[in-house]
């Protein structure tokens, strides 16, 4: 497993581009974003509690391959890192495939029909 652990914020975005970029033909990227609490039982400092913790992994089923990143994004840096993160997913999304709408309203005229039928035969 390549684990980078925390990266500062812009390299943290520049890594995402790259994995996005790398699964577009083929794979997935997972992301989590939650509020950052430190678990640090020696001090009792009153952590930033605004702070946010953005973890990004590669689809990948094998462990040893697997790659994992994350950055801790403060306060006052959250919405200038908004903006950039949003830029870089919106960036990595070309490669989705749209739903194809007409196969699922097929289906559903599909099973109304057979509802239909159903219910005269009775």
Same mark, same amino acid.
């Given at each position: 497993?390549?684990?980078?652990?925390?990266?500062?914020?812009?390299?943290?975005?520049?890594?995402?581009?790259?994995?996005?970029?790398?699964?577009?033909?083929?794979?997935?990227?997972?992301?989590?974003?939650?509020?950052?609490?430190?678990?640090?039982?020696?001090?009792?400092?009153?952590?930033?509690?605004?702070?946010?913790?953005?973890?990004?992994?590669?689809?990948?089923? =094998? @462990? +040893? /391959? $697997?790659? %994992?990143?994350?950055?801790?994004?403060? *306060?006052?840096?959250?919405? !200038?890192?908004?903006? #950039?993160?949003?830029?870089?997913?919106?960036?990595?999304?070309?490669?989705?495939?749209?739903? =194809? @709408? +007409? /196969? $699922?309203? %097929?289906?559903?005229?599909?099973?109304? *029909?057979?509802?239909?039928? !159903?219910?005269?035969? #009775?």
């Amino acid at each position: 497993m390549s684990v980078l652990g925390r990266l500062p914020n812009d390299e943290y975005l520049e890594k995402l581009a790259k994995t996005l970029k790398a699964a577009e033909t083929k794979g997935s990227v997972f992301l989590t974003q939650k509020r950052y609490s430190p678990k640090d039982g020696v001090t009792n400092e009153v952590p930033d509690t605004n702070a946010l913790l953005f973890r990004a992994t590669d689809g990948n089923s =094998d @462990k +040893k /391959k $697997k790659v %994992k990143f994350s950055t801790v994004v403060k *306060a006052e840096d959250l919405e !200038a890192f908004w903006v #950039k993160y949003t830029e870089v997913i919106k960036a990595g999304m070309v490669g989705l495939r749209k739903k =194809d @709408k +007409k /196969k $699922k309203a %097929k289906s559903k005229a599909k099973a109304a *029909a057979a509802a239909a039928a !159903a219910s005269s035969t #009775k």
